[in-house]
């Protein structure tokens, strides 16, 4: 089996990632590539709703500022283990919301400790082909997240996660798109963006279904 094609969309909470990776992976199905979107998180909002029904203000609170980040790491390696195999063994390829970086972001901006374990561990899965990071301010990320209804997040914080992605090693090879723009112009240039990494790609993408 070979190694899947993966394109991987990051961002801080609120940037769009999610409604960007499912609406990339129909478009591509729609263009003949066989696609399939994948979600790989770490289960905070569930960890924050189980906190707050036991009377805790959210999931670090409940298990702790050791034990959290290992739980959360721990999810998400799962969940990005799942995709790897699924992509290879359906052939499919990729569509990430969320990869390896989003961790070690989480974990800078709130000032966990065991970053480098957790990088070294996530060092065994595949980096994507094609990066794609949404830059979107603090306000309309905040914003964005109010709207769901599901959490909320600070600015602070906000800004403590695009501080640490523009820190990154990596973040200079990343694709940077506005993810301030409305949905549709954000769609639009992903799409210009992904034109020549999957024209340089043809080769390897999946065929489209029968």
């Not at 609170?61 to 699924?86: C, D, S």
């Not at 990071?133 to 909320?152: H, N």
């Not at 992605?165 to 409305?182: I, Q």
Request: aromatic share 6%; hydrophobic share 50%.
């Amino acid at each position: 089996m070979g190694r899947p094609v993966m394109i991987a969309l990051i961002g801080v909470d609120g940037s769009g990632k999610t409604t960007q990776a499912k609406a990339l992976a129909a478009r591509l199905r729609e263009r003949g590539v066989r696609a399939r979107y994948f979600e790989n998180a770490g289960g905070r909002p569930l960890w924050n709703r189980l906190a707050r029904a036991l009377g805790r203000p959210d999931g670090v609170a409940l298990f702790g500022r050791t034990l959290y980040p290992a739980l959360e790491a721990t999810v998400r390696a799962a969940a990005m283990a799942r995709t790897v195999a699924v992509a290879r063994l359906t052939g499919r390829a990729a569509v990430l919301d969320r990869w390896t970086w989003c961790q070690d972001v989480i974990m800078a901006a709130r000032g966990d400790r065991g970053r480098r374990v957790v990088r070294a561990a996530y060092a065994v899965f595949p980096r994507p082909a094609v990066v794609c990071f949404l830059a979107t301010s603090p306000e309309v990320a905040r914003l964005r997240v109010a709207a769901r209804g599901i959490d909320t997040e600070e600015p602070a914080h906000l800004r403590a996660l695009d501080a640490a992605y523009r820190a990154l090693s990596d973040f200079g090879t990343f694709t940077v798109l506005d993810g301030d723009r409305a949905p549709a112009e954000v769609a639009a240039a992903l799409d210009a963006a992904l034109d020549t990494a999957l024209t340089t790609l043809a080769t390897t993408l999946p065929p489209p279904d029968a």
